[in-house]
């Protein structure tokens, strides 16, 4: 018999961090020579107008409005309870250095982001449902002629979306519905999947209009109450940032900082409990934005996935590990994970603070869940391929297994459930970096053009539509 959490460590170990931060590093030498070279001829700043001011002509305020849905879409993917959890079990096991490790890891998948975003953006097509398609299976499939690999990745994106994006998110928000209040688990498990019935079944547009309310609301009150309780302790800030500074070289800082960008329990210690928290390097911010405006240039999304992974890592992140150093929680005592951050909400705010993280902690897993559903159902209309009969089939089937999987993980244990699902998360990236690396030459920085035959073929593109 396997063992899970063997296969679970290899596949997260020291190689498929190198491999991200080796996809971060080509990205952004990629982007940089870009901008070099057009800032040499004078041009960055006009084609980044110009392309500006065709877009606006394109959609106007309607394009603006659902380019705010997709980004909304994206970032109640990337905005999950490892904002919170996964941050704090950075910090007890890598300590306070741990922190600098994830700025560098952030802005390494900003790069990254950025690259997977415009590759789906080049190469999304209309799916059996008439609707955007976008996404490592195609450009797999397309761009590197190994549909293969493709099929491989929609397969495991469709898995992890089961495990990671229903069962273990649902369980999160059980846990914390039982720190509000004492409610069985089964009633909640109920609730829970009849919300987001609700939501699945009305399609992409009710999936982005759930993401626009759930996103801005969950990050604005953990905002704004992570602020007040930080400015509360600001004379500490100083301290706080020369503990992060001092720490940073130490070997065990950047093994938790990994883990604590990386994944949102932890990578370290065997207790490695999720995804990349901004999911840079997936390919799953590829797939959110296919829903982009219809004349949405590879390059401007690009540009909203980066801010997409500098708000998750850069903004939310820092905050909860700035109120943790700040606040002295300790690091090494018997809380961890939100617990330790509920702990420090607490002691501010009295026994309000702990409701407060437990109602953040809902919101948070409750819009990933939406967008994970999303991502598991790209996945199976592209293996549908163009039959409106197999689609259909294919997406009743898999949306039967997400209700099925949010009432199971309300109500169950899921250790297993926790390894399998960092297992397939892990299997999800590899062909994504591997493409990366491959279709590089195809990326282009903000602002500038693309090769003449990448232009012919959009105009082509545009022509047939």
Known sequence: ??????????????????????????????????LTRARAR??????????????????????????????????????GTGNIAGVATA?????????????????????????????????????????WLSGPFLYLSDGLNKPAAGC????????????????????????????????????????V??????????????????????????????????????????????????????????????????????????????????????????????????CAPEHASPGQQGLWAMFEVFFDTIVNCTLTALILLCAGAPLQGPETGSRLVASCFCAFYGPAGGRLVAACLILFAFATIIAWYYLGRQAALWLAGKSRARAAVLVNLYTAGCLLSLFTGCVGRLETVWAISDIFNGLMAVPNLLALFALSGQIRAPGCAEPENFRQERKRNETKK
């Open 152 to 191: 491989c990745y929609a397969v495991f994106c469709m898995l992890a979306a089961l495990g990671m994006g229903s069962m273990v998110q649902a369980n999160s928000i059980a846990e914390s519905v039982s720190l509000l209040a004492p409610i069985d688990p089964a009633a909640a498990a109920v609730v």
């Open 1 to 34: 018999m396997i063992d899970l959490m063997t296969l679970r460590e290899f596949v997260w170990g020291p190689w498929l961090l190198c491999l991200f931060l080796a996809a971060g590093v080509r990205m952004a030498a990629r982007l940089a020579g870009d």
């Open 91 to 131: 910090l007890t096991a890598g300590g306070p250095g741990a922190v600098f490790w994830m700025w560098i890891c952030a802005l390494l998948g900003m790069a990254t982001a950025y690259g997977e975003t415009y590759l789906g953006i080049r190469y999304r097509k209309k799916g059996a449902d008439q609707n």
């Open 42 to 79: 004078g041009r960055c700043g006009a084609l980044l107008t110009e392309k500006c001011a065709d877009n606006r002509r394109a959609g106007g305020s309607r394009a603006g409005g659902k380019q705010f849905l997709t980004s909304c879409t994206a970032l109640a993917a990337t905005l």
């Open 193 to 290: 999947t009849a919300l987001a019935a609700s939501v699945f079944l009305g399609g992409i547009r009710r999936i982005s209009e759930a993401a626009s309310v759930l996103v801005p609301v969950s990050a604005a009150l953990y905002l704004v109450f992570g602020g007040i309780l930080l400015l509360s302790c600001a004379r500490e800030l100083s301290g706080a940032f020369s503990q992060i500074f001092a720490g940073a070289l130490r070997p065990e800082s950047a093994a938790g900082g990994a883990a604590g960008y990386g994944i949102r329990a932890a990578l370290i210690n065997g207790c490695s409990r999720g995804v990349f928290s901004n999911e840079a390097g997936l390919g799953s911010l590829a797939i959110l934005h296919g």
